[in-house]
């Protein structure tokens, strides 16, 4: 009866492992992939080459001194801002000093969310781009499909937690059962077969 027993819960445990590891492939192989798409684009893209190069600058501004935010140097990037993009609400005003070239940057609302960069000196539109994730960001969030993709997410985050346990436990399960010709072996190699 206990053999029985026994064999059943292996069996509905290894039933449980094989149906999460269909449900989560699908999921599984998204994350994979845009993690490793994104890691890529973080070690090659141009923002590591830019970070790299900020890394060797000093910042001109210290505590020592109080900082001293030029009224008339962000009130003309408004406006260039302004004229360039009509009146925006303004979501936040970021003021980078340890650049090349200072400039503030504002961060555009509305239905297409804008970060604008102004330089702090001449007030001139530096560049523009859309202020939101990309798509492969939001992909692997599950953001791309709105608020049922976090749910998803979640779903999938468990669903790994649940294979990795149901793993172990099959590994141990098997590992116990060939115990018997494993002991013939020495060292690291009873622990594979």
Do not use: C
Not at 42 to 66: C, M, R
Not at 109 to 133: F, H, I, Q
Request: glycine share 10%; charged share 20%.
């Amino acid at each position: 009866m206990r053999v029985t027993l026994e064999y059943r819960a292996a069996m509905t445990n290894r039933k449980f492992h094989r149906w999460m590891s269909l449900i989560g492939i699908v999921f599984f192989l998204s994350v994979a992939t845009t993690g490793v798409w994104l890691q890529g684009t973080a070690i090659f893209g141009d923002k590591e080459a830019e970070h790299e190069a900020l890394a060797a600058l000093t910042s001109p501004v210290s505590l020592a001194k109080p900082l001293a935010l030029n009224s008339i140097a962000i009130d003309r990037a408004r406006a260039a801002v302004l004229a360039r993009f009509g009146n925006r609400p303004v979501a936040s005003v970021d003021w980078i000093i340890k650049a090349p070239v200072p400039a503030y940057v504002f961060h555009l609302d509305g239905a297409e969310p804008v970060k604008v960069t102004v330089d702090a000196a001449s007030g001139a539109v530096v560049k523009s781009e859309a202020d939101e994730e990309g798509w492969v960001m939001r992909l692997h969030t599950g953001e791309i499909l709105g608020d049922g993709g976090k749910f998803l997410g979640l779903a999938w985050g468990l669903a790994l937690i649940a294979m990795s346990l149901t793993g172990i436990i099959l590994y141990y399960q098997m590992l116990s059962k060939r115990r018997g010709a494993a002991g013939q072996r020495r060292g690291w190699q009873r622990y594979f077969w």
